[in-house]
């Protein structure tokens, strides 16, 4: 019998622009590392006003022009989300404080990670700004983060949770 496929959810407000963005990298970088089998990726909001929406049309355009489909659904993150997955991933601070308090218990909130903690060029504790408001330079900014965070994030799994092909 196999191993159960390893859960990540990436998280952001609505759903709509940066976790969308995140799930679509990691989704390529799965594939490309032959890794689809060890894996099962989801994206969610802390908020519900965007539920059943595709992602936003300028994160699917500049996604599109990377060779990206993002196509999920908008979803809210619920509390029964921590029991499905192993790593929920936030975008920014302030989702990783909404998700902190809908956590069950410890071992949910040991589960939340910021996904720029994974980027190499930028180790630590950022966030992934927003591009709802701003032109289509953010929209790039967020592909650019997420490639290189998603692409570490899937080293550390590898490394640590032992995934190969």
């Given at each position: 019998m196999s191993p159960r496929p390893l859960g990540v959810c990436f998280v952001c407000h609505g759903n709509i622009c940066r976790s969308p963005?995140?799930?679509?990298?990691?989704?390529?970088?799965?594939?490309?590392?032959?890794?689809?089998?060890?894996?099962?990726?989801?994206?969610?909001?802390v908020s519900d006003e965007h539920a059943g929406e595709l992602p936003d049309r300028r994160s699917r355009s500049a996604g599109a022009a990377r060779g990206y489909r993002l196509e999920s659904r908008a979803r809210r993150f619920e509390r029964d989300d921590f029991a499905r997955f192993d790593a929920v991933i936030a975008l920014d601070h302030d989702n990783a404080r909404r998700l902190r308090a809908l956590a069950p218990d410890e071992a949910a909130r040991a589960k939340l990670r910021l996904l720029r903690e994974f980027d190499p060029e930028q180790p630590g504790a950022h966030d992934v700004p927003d591009p709802w408001y701003g032109g289509a330079e953010g929209f790039e900014l967020v592909l650019d983060l997420c490639e290189r965070a998603c692409a570490g994030l899937l080293a550390h799994l590898q490394q640590h949770r032992g995934l190969a092909r």
């Open positions: 963005t995140a799930l679509a990298v990691m989704q390529v970088l799965v594939q490309r590392a032959g890794l689809q089998h060890a894996f099962s990726l989801d994206s969610a909001g």
